[in-house]
């Protein structure tokens, strides 16, 4: 996935700006704010009480297992696994990106039927049915156990699960998120261990997703050693030592006759083949063909099945193991046939990417494979004789019109008919939006209609705009950041209307402290016709920056009405508007933040400085015993509430909030706060 640089975290910036202000005469320095039932299934009312373990790794190439052949990796858990059960050799993702491709596997359902079509911005309808639903009905106990912001319950895979941990480790000091984007194996392996020493004997399904080989591949020790040469496969070894665990505990819990085990990986890592260095951009297989493994009762052991699988095969095979069958709709079929030697009815696997449509503003890809071929609709179609070429090479389109008439008649079935689709992205919250950014997705900045035609650019044209992204600002780059701007502005000339590209040469402009070449930078996206709240939102950022708060504010309020959901951008409109003596509007903004989001603490941190303003101290410390209950770490409203107590005569409960401070406050962020706050303390003994 490529990145996009977070913009930088400047002194006294407008993410975390500092309002000054008097309360009669004691210190006063005041922050704004930052920061159904299911549908009838149709499914069999009879299924083995088995217990069902699903393990998801995501961006896993199976190619890079040990038990797929690969001699440069040992893999013991996973190759153990394939021993005990069947190992599928040509298995394939429906789509390169991890909330689709799981969204397929859980519904048996093709992205044009989940509707789910890239990271970010895309919801699963809570009417759909998932393993987890059907499973859930029948009395089994449910809980998924995730690692990575990208498959946040908000994106709605929770469905069916009694338990959905989502909840990611709270990030150091001084950190813009108030959590981190992901977690390692180790951690998320943990939680579901516990979860099964605790639960209650009934039959249970059990999903347990871990996101380490997914960029930037930097294992721990000793894997770092280790692999130091290799830390994608250093980033695997740890993962599969991780599940080790995890399998050890599920043996403990249920005996392997009463246990399925399905493992997957979501889809594969480019890892500069084609052109690609991550993952989203093409459907060649490098990033189609997944690891999946599956063992349990009723799965022959040590059994190699060379036919094609897919990801939307998982739910039909489980339920049929199980001795059910899956909902009429469900587009995917049991592969249990071929465990005796017979053909499943899975010839043609569809697969997808929007991703570079929706960040870069290129055309879409839509592919078909089948055992032998692989047509890949674009805007330059390409055809590959997979079992000639498997590594997808030599481009055979002009030699086999019959193939490529039969395929391009298939495909109506998913586009339509007119070969034209419209996709409508959502909202996504601002907290969630700056950890997608952090992994190097741009959807979901604006709700936004997109119409797919397989018209425009071909991504295959931007190779050399794909390796200076990576280059530039590859999770692996190390260049300095003027050398870094040198060679975004070189794409910016190549690809004018790619968001991406805008996005990463502003952020970088910001962290040099070139922030009027950033202004530039998002004016020229504007003027390019690359409009969205983010853009709006930074251009405001950096006119505030240059004093400009009077500029700042309808940039603000165009972020708010793209985004309404992006609530850091409100909260920085609310910023200007309190700054610029607009209470009434500031108060108003403040309030709608709060009803999107009531755990949203910077909003009652933003009303108690408004209520300071009014000199309604009775209701500022309301609002700032609200914000400090919602966030303890909320340094700024530990500050306001400390110096309310004070005034107040409350010594005791000041000395608490001040230390408060001083224990979370960055000396960076408050250098000539933290010196005054001691003083007071002081004062207070």
């Avoid at 006294?12 to 299911?38: G, Q």
């Avoid at 040509?90 to 859980?106: D, Y």
């Avoid at 070139?514 to 950022?541: C, F, K, M, P, Q």
Wanted: charged share 25%.
């Amino acid at each position: 996935m490529l990145r996009e640089n977070p913009a930088a975290v400047l002194p006294m910036s407008f993410r975390r700006r500092i309002l000054l202000a008097c309360c009669v005469c004691t210190l006063a320095v005041l922050l704004s704010c930052k920061r159904p039932e299911a549908a009838s299934t149709g499914a069999s009312p009879t299924l083995h009480p088995l217990n069902v373990l699903v393990v998801t790794v995501d961006t896993l190439r199976a190619d890079h297992l040990h038990c797929y052949g690969y001699s440069k990796i040992e893999t013991p858990n996973l190759d153990a696994i394939a021993q005990n059960g069947v190992l599928f050799e040509n298995a394939v993702t429906q789509t390169p990106l991890t909330p689709p491709s799981h969204a397929s596997m859980f519904t048996g359902l093709n992205p044009t039927a989940h509707h789910v079509r890239d990271t970010g911005g895309f919801v699963l309808e809570p009417s759909s049915t998932t393993l987890a639903t059907l499973l859930q009905q029948q009395g089994w106990d449910t809980a998924a156990f995730v690692s990575s912001a990208v498959l946040k319950r908000l994106f709605g895979l929770n469905q069916g699960f009694a338990v959905y941990d989502d909840q990611l480790p709270k990030p150091g000091k001084g950190h813009e998120f108030l959590e981190d984007a992901e977690r390692r194996a180790g951690d998320t392996v943990d939680r579901a261990i516990n979860w099964l020493g605790a639960q209650s004997g009934k039959p249970f399904l059990l999903w347990v997703h871990v996101y380490d080989p997914h960029v930037p591949y930097d294992p721990p020790a000793p894997f770092r050693e280790t692999y130091k040469d290799r830390p994608y496969d250093g980033e695997i070894a740890y993962a599969d030592r991780e599940l080790g665990r995890l399998f050890d505990a599920v043996s403990k819990k249920s005996p392997a006759d009463k246990t399925v085990i399905a493992v997957l990986s979501d889809h594969g890592e480019g890892l500069g083949e084609h052109g690609e260095f991550s993952h989203g951009v093409f459907l060649y297989d490098s990033t189609l063909r997944i690891a999946f493994l599956l063992s349990g009762p009723g799965v022959p052991a040590g059994m190699r099945i060379r036919p094609q699988a897919r990801t939307i095969d998982l739910l039909p095979t489980i339920l049929d193991l199980m001795g059910g069958q899956a909902p009429a709709a469900v587009q995917g079929v049991s592969l249990r046939p071929y465990f005796n030697g017979k053909d499943a009815a899975a010839p043609v696997s569809y697969a997808e990417t929007l991703f570079p449509k929706i960040n870069m503003g290129w055309a879409e890809l839509r592919a078909l494979r089948t055992n032998h071929w692989k047509y890949i609709l674009a805007p330059k179609p390409e055809l590959y004789d997979l079992s000639q070429d498997p590594a997808e090479t030599h481009n055979v389109i002009q030699s086999h019109a019959a193939e490529v008439q039969k395929f391009e008649a298939e495909l109506k079935s998913f586009i339509g008919p007119h070969e034209t689709e419209q996709v409508q992205t959502t909202a996504v919250d601002s907290r969630t939006l700056d950890q997608l950014r952090s992994l190097g997705y741009t959807s979901g900045f604006s709700p936004r209609t997109y119409t797919l035609k397989g018209k425009g650019i071909d991504p295959k044209d931007r190779l050399e705009v794909l390796k200076i992204m990576e280059e530039a600002d590859g999770p692996q780059s190390r260049l300095p950041v003027p050398r870094r701007i040198e060679l975004l502005r070189q794409a910016v000339k190549q690809d004018p209307t790619n968001p991406l590209l805008y996005y990463s040469l502003g952020g970088d402009c910001e962290k040099a402290g070139r922030y009027t070449e950033a202004l530039d930078v998002y004016y020229a996206a504007l003027r390019n016709g690359i409009d969205s709240g983010r853009l709006h939102s930074r251009v405001g950022d950096l006119l505030v920056r240059a004093g400009k708060k009077d500029e700042a504010i309808p940039e603000y309020e165009k972020a708010a009405r793209f985004n309404p959901s992006d609530l850091q951008s409100q909260a920085n409109l609310a910023t200007a508007y309190l700054e610029t003596s607009r209470l009434p509007d500031a108060e108003r903004v403040y309030k709608a933040i709060a009803a999107i989001d009531p755990s949203y603490a910077n909003a009652y941190n933003g009303l108690g400085v408004i209520a300071i303003q009014r000199q309604d101290g009775a209701a500022a410390r309301g609002y700032f015993e609200k914000a400090v209950q919602l966030d303890p770490d909320l340094v700024e409203a530990q500050l306001n509430l400390g110096l309310l107590y004070k005034m107040a005569g409350d010594r005791q409960r000041a000395r608490a909030c001040f230390e408060a401070f001083l224990a979370k406050a960055s000396p960076k962020q408050y250098p000539e706060v933290i010196p005054k706050v001691r003083e007071e303390l002081v004062a207070l003994q």
